[in-house]
T-cell receptor
Framework: EAGVAQSPRYKIIEKRQSVAFWCNPI?????LYWYQQILGQGPKLLIQ????????DSQLPKDRFSAERLKGVDSTLKIQPAKLEDSAVYLC??????????????FGEGSWLTVV | AQRVTQPEKLLSVFKGAPVELKCNYS??????LFWYVQYSRQRLQLLLR??SRESIKGFTADLNKGETSFHLKKPFAQEEDSAMYYC?????????FGAGTRLTVKP
């Protein structure tokens, strides 16, 4: 079974530039998550999709971050304009249907962003 | 509010010693608790979940609702257990993580 795929793996940009990350979840997984993990901290949920609808985006800085999952499969996360504090690993994850009921969440390898 | 606290950032034990990684949570409803692990150069992966009451790689964790804790334990640590461990809570169908504990098992 193919895992969660993410690209690019690494990206270095200057502040005020824009960046986009792409995620392809495991086939058949309805729920897709984007997490931000800053060095030394645990993953922080940015946005959660159920199919192509947003379940939770309460921690997404909407003035600069946006995410979409138009066809309920792949997803993109965009940052525009980037700030220095956005330097982090952006983790995409997926599960069959939410995290409750014992559904396992599977993570991608992450996209490492450095803003200089 | 939904919160997961892992009080120890670093934990170091010798091989063969018992190990306990602490996790406390706050949640007003009925939580589901998990432990995730990240070995060096690997992706974050599920270690165990409280509803399964399972032992994985010798690790166990018991949900204590009175103390709002979900500590991870292993009676005899192995060098290959060295990794980052994250406690996670699933409340309203989402998943929130603690800051993590880096476990180092010394030979």
């Amino acid at each position: 079974e193919a895992g969660v795929a993410q690209s690019p793996r690494y990206k270095i940009i200057e502040k005020r530039q824009s960046v986009a990350f792409w995620c392809n979840p495991i086939s058949g997984h309805a729920t897709l998550y984007w997490y931000q993990q800053i060095l030394g901290q645990g993953p922080k949920l940015l946005i959660q999709f159920q199919n192509n609808g947003v379940v939770d985006d309460s921690q997404l800085p909407k003035d600069r971050f946006s995410a979409e999952r138009l066809k309920g499969v792949d997803s993109t996360l965009k940052i525009q304009p980037a700030k220095l504090e956005d330097s982090a690993v952006y983790l995409c994850a997926s599960s069959l249907s939410g995290g409750r009921g014992g559904n396992t969440i599977y993570f991608g390898e992450g996209s490492w962003l450095t803003v200089v | 509010a939904q919160r997961v606290t892992q009080p120890e950032k670093l934990l170091s034990v010798f091989k063969g010693a018992p190990v306990e990684l602490k996790c406390n949570y706050s949640y007003s409803g009925s939580p589901e608790l998990f432990w995730y692990v990240q070995y060096s150069r690997q992706r974050l992966q599920l270690l165990l979940r409280h509803i399964s009451r399972e032992s994985i790689k010798g690790f166990t964790a018991d949900l204590n609702k009175g103390e709002t804790s979900f500590h991870l334990k292993k009676p005899f640590a192995q060098e290959e257990d060295s990794a980052m461990y994250y406690c996670a809570l699933s409340g309203n169908n989402d998943m929130r993580f603690g800051a993590g504990t880096r476990l180092t098992v010394k030979p």
